[in-house]
């Protein structure tokens, strides 16, 4: 069974990067059906999706934070990773990461399963 | 504001049922599949419902979904206090993407 676990710095400085990997267990990135995602929760407030990344290389972000977003994919370590630029206190949230079973015959999927989440805080 | 409407919170008694709604647009429910997902605060989100009323393993089938135009519904049927919990609506929107409703906060009376 897949399991995802996300590590990272929990403190971030306004105007610098966020930086975060997700680690995959018992499973490979590489599995063609998996778009591996990256969501997050501020505090009180819902799911916001950040982007996804398929093994090849191939990303879609949300259109707004894509001018902030990067997502990679390690293939050698089984792990994949969130860059978020410019930081500020709005972007203070817990960062999860997930797998997107993607449905080629609808075009669209569903997150399953996802980590455990970590809180990230953009404080000086 | 989420592109997805849910209420803010429900709350029934044990063993009763509550339903929770999703409202949304051509641009996203009308068009395309819809997942729910149970969160309680400190865990990992877990799926409950893909493709607008399909259960992974594991799921009982006190837990249904059902979709109609732009709008889809989550229904939970003889609740139990371990079901309070955030619930979320999720389907891909033509313009934006990945999309969530706010959540809805469950409690079991």
């Known amino acids: 069974q897949v399991q995802l676990q996300e590590s990272g710095p929990g403190l971030v400085k306004p105007s610098e990067t966020l930086s975060l990997t997700c680690t995959v267990s018992g499973g490979s990135v590489s599995s063609g059906s998996n778009y591996w995602s990256w969501i997050r929760q501020p505090p009180g407030k819902g799911l916001e999706w950040i982007g996804y990344?398929?093994?090849?290389?191939?990303?879609n972000y949300n259109p707004s934070l894509k001018s902030r977003v990067t997502i990679s994919v390690d293939t050698s370590k089984n792990q994949f990773s969130l860059r978020l630029s410019s930081v500020t206190a709005a972007d203070t949230a817990v960062y999860y990461c997930a797998s997107l079973q993607f449905e080629y015959s609808s075009g669209w999927g569903w997150f399953d399963p996802w980590g455990q989440g970590t809180l990230v805080t953009v404080s000086s | 504001q989420s592109v997805l409407t849910q209420p803010p919170s429900v709350s029934a008694a044990p063993g009763q049922k509550v339903t929770i709604s999703c409202s949304g647009s051509?641009?996203?429910?009308?068009?395309?599949?819809v997942s729910w997902y149970q969160h309680l605060p400190g865990t990992a989100p877990k799926l409950l419902i893909y493709?607008?009323?399909k259960r992974p393993s594991g799921i009982p089938d006190r837990f249904s979904g059902s979709k109609s135009g732009t709008s889809a519904t989550l229904g939970i049927t003889g609740l139990q206090t371990g079901d309070e919990a955030d619930y979320y609506c999720g389907t891909w929107d033509s313009s934006l993407g990945v999309v969530f409703g706010g959540g809805t906060k469950l409690t079991v009376l």
């Open positions: 990344i398929y093994y090849s290389g191939s990303t």
């Open positions: 493709d607008n009323n």
């Open positions: 051509s641009s996203n429910i009308g068009n395309n599949y």
